[in-house]
């Protein structure tokens, strides 16, 4: 069910400059000053730690469905890397 208004809501600018912000600054990655190959491996790494053991093993299957049993601190780790 939706409930129409006819007020518009206000736009919060204090959340917008600091997403500007943040995008912003994440263009200076670009720069070839700023650009290392070091970094890029390092973040496909924690991108893999996170996602595919945090997430995917952690979370969904052990934490969701129980799928199988891992000692107590692979357990609290595995959730870790989740959140």
Known sequence: MTISTSEKLSLDW?????????????????????????AVGLALLLHWITGGLGITLGFHRMVTHRSFKTPKWLEYFLVFCGT
């Open 14 to 38: 204090s959340i917008i400059g600091f997403m500007a912000f943040l995008h912003i600054g994440a263009l200076f990655a670009l720069f070839p000053s700023n650009f290392s190959w070091t």
